[in-house]
């Protein structure tokens, strides 16, 4: 067992830190936090490092970056916030979804500008009756022509509003099938008419958004659907463990952060005559929290080499997930503690990291849902 990186994934690791100092720094997080606004300035800086390619394939373009190559962005990007990550990760996943479903004429079409930054892309399946049971969806899509015509109504749809963005609209194609069955992934334009935004008031990832969705009667090209009709499942299948490995590095990078912020803080601060760090509570409590974060790490780096040599995953990767973001949203209560009435101010960054963290274990596969599949996988002897 080799817990090294290769050289080129400490470069990797070491070019990514850099930039994110250097660019997101507390005030512009705070400010983008605050205003709600979303990171462009940033998503410009990883277009230009080759961040967007690093997991496509050199003949479309990208670098082939692996999985491990992957968690290491993930980490290092979710450092300075697990908000800031989703800005990236949905263009990966989507990305990926078209290069693994896509005919050659898409991928050509779509994947060279989402690559260099000309447009975006997000994710939209939920619904106000379809969250872990996307049986309830009720936003449909039927032909009219070569084109398709969807309404409906989805929710939570993370970056949906960015500019120049292209949401992967999940609608159902066929009324009479089980969801599994009958339902297709579109690319719908945000700005196309019939199609009505509006930007969420959320506990937390403020910068990124979470919308909601108004089709009304919103036309879409054929070419626009991915995939097979009726089989937009299986397309949302084919990335699911991709992305709940790669959120669940954002975790584990966010949750460094927010122990490297309580033990800095815990050093610095004097009470009764000595540093927090002095009182055994506070360190003990540190030392949980390291010892969580690093059994994350472990979690995730075996689900991901799991992932890589193509062996079953999904029980490594739900054991992940489902512990990463637990410890994601213990250690920054834990951290909100140690801090005190710093951490609850919203000049410190604690309560950034407390409230995007409480989206975790319900984004991605809710935590009760990780353990009932978990407990599936045991019970039928699969990994
Ligand atoms: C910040 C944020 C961003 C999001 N971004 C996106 C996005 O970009 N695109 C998108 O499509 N969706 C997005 N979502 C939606 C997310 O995928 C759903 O919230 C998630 O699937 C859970 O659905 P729900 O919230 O409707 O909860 P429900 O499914 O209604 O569940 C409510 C509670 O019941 C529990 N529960 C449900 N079923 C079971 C069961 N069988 N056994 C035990 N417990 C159960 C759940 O675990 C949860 O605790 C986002 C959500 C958040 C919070």
Same mark, same amino acid.
């Given at each position: 067992?080799?817990?090294?990186?290769?050289?080129?994934?400490?470069?990797?690791?070491?070019?990514?830190?850099?930039?994110?100092?250097?660019?997101?720094?507390?005030?512009?997080?705070?400010?983008?936090?605050?205003?709600?606004?979303?990171?462009?300035?940033?998503?410009?800086?990883?277009?230009?490092?080759?961040?967007?390619?690093?997991?496509?394939?050199?003949?479309?373009?990208?670098?082939?970056?692996?999985?491990?190559?992957?968690?290491?962005?993930?980490?290092?990007?979710?450092?300075?916030?697990?908000?800031?990550?989703?800005?990236?990760?949905?263009?990966?996943?989507?990305?990926?979804?078209?290069?693994?479903?896509?005919?050659?004429?898409?991928?050509?079409?779509?994947?060279?500008?989402?690559? $260099?930054?000309?447009?975006?892309?997000?994710?939209?399946?939920?619904?106000?009756?379809?969250?872990?049971?996307?049986?309830?969806?009720?936003?449909?899509?039927?032909?009219?022509?070569?084109?398709?015509?969807?309404?409906?109504?989805?929710?939570?749809?993370?970056?949906?509003?960015?500019?120049?963005?292209?949401?992967?609209?999940?609608?159902?194609?066929?009324?009479?099938?089980?969801?599994?069955?009958?339902?297709?992934?579109?690319?719908?334009?945000?700005?196309?008419?019939?199609?009505?935004?509006?930007?969420? $008031?959320?506990?937390?990832?403020?910068?990124?958004?979470?919308?909601?969705?108004?089709?009304?009667?919103?036309? &879409?090209?054929? $070419?626009?659907?991915?995939?097979? &009709?009726?089989?937009?499942?299986?397309?949302?299948?084919?990335?699911?463990?991709?992305?709940?490995?790669?959120?669940?590095?954002?975790?584990?990078?966010?949750?460094?952060?927010? &122990? $490297?912020?309580?033990?800095?803080?815990?050093?610095?601060?004097?009470?009764?005559?000595?540093?927090?760090?002095?009182?055994?509570?506070?360190?003990?409590?540190?030392?949980?929290?390291?010892?969580?974060?690093?059994?994350?790490?472990?979690?995730?780096?075996?689900?991901?080499?799991?992932?890589?040599?193509?062996?079953?995953?999904?029980?490594?990767?739900?054991?992940?997930?489902?512990?990463?973001?637990?410890?994601?949203?213990?250690?920054?209560?834990?951290?909100?503690?140690?801090?005190?009435?710093?951490?609850?101010?919203?000049?410190?960054?604690?309560?950034?990291?407390?409230?995007?963290?409480?989206?975790?274990?319900?984004?991605?596969?809710?935590?009760?849902?990780?353990?009932?599949?978990?407990?599936?996988?045991?019970?039928?002897?699969?990994?």
């Amino acid at each position: 067992m080799d817990f090294e990186f290769s050289e080129e994934q400490v470069m990797l690791r070491d070019a990514v830190r850099r930039t994110m100092d250097r660019l997101a720094t507390p005030d512009l997080l705070r400010q983008l936090d605050r205003d709600q606004a979303y990171p462009y300035t940033l998503y410009d800086a990883w277009i230009q490092q080759g961040l967007m390619q690093m997991p496509f394939p050199e003949s479309i373009g990208g670098l082939g970056g692996s999985v491990m190559d992957m968690v290491i962005i993930a980490e290092e990007l979710s450092r300075k916030g697990f908000d800031l990550f989703t800005a990236y990760s949905s263009n990966v996943f989507c990305g990926l979804t078209l290069m693994r479903k896509g005919t050659a004429e898409q991928q050509q079409a779509w994947l060279p500008p989402l690559l $260099d930054g000309r447009l975006r892309m997000s994710i939209s399946m939920s619904e106000p009756d379809a969250g872990s049971d996307l049986s309830g969806m009720r936003t449909k899509a039927r032909r009219d022509g070569d084109d398709w015509i969807i309404s409906g109504r989805k929710l939570w749809a993370t970056g949906a509003g960015a500019r120049n963005n292209f949401i992967n609209v999940y609608a159902r194609t066929n009324a009479n099938a089980d969801y599994r069955q009958g339902m297709s992934l579109f690319l719908v334009k945000n700005d196309s008419p019939g199609l009505e935004l509006k930007k969420l $008031d959320m506990l937390g990832r403020r910068s990124v958004g979470t919308y909601e969705l108004h089709f009304d009667d919103v036309r &879409v090209p054929g $070419d626009q659907l991915i995939g097979e &009709v009726d089989k937009g499942w299986d397309c949302l299948l084919s990335g699911l463990q991709y992305e709940r490995v790669t959120s669940t590095a954002g975790y584990c990078g966010a949750a460094q952060s927010v &122990v $490297d912020m309580a033990l800095d803080y815990a050093k610095d601060r004097r009470q009764f005559g000595k540093p927090l760090v002095e009182n055994q509570a506070i360190a003990h409590m540190l030392a949980d929290m390291q010892t969580e974060v690093d059994a994350s790490r472990l979690l995730l780096w075996h689900a991901a080499w799991r992932l890589m040599k193509g062996h079953d995953a999904l029980r490594a990767i739900s054991m992940a997930k489902l512990f990463g973001s637990e410890t994601y949203v213990k250690v920054a209560n834990q951290g909100m503690q140690i801090l005190g009435a710093f951490g609850y101010s919203m000049e410190y960054d604690m309560q950034r990291h407390y409230r995007d963290a409480r989206s975790t274990t319900i984004g991605a596969g809710t935590s009760q849902i990780q353990r009932n599949l978990i407990a599936r996988l045991m019970v039928s002897g699969k990994m």
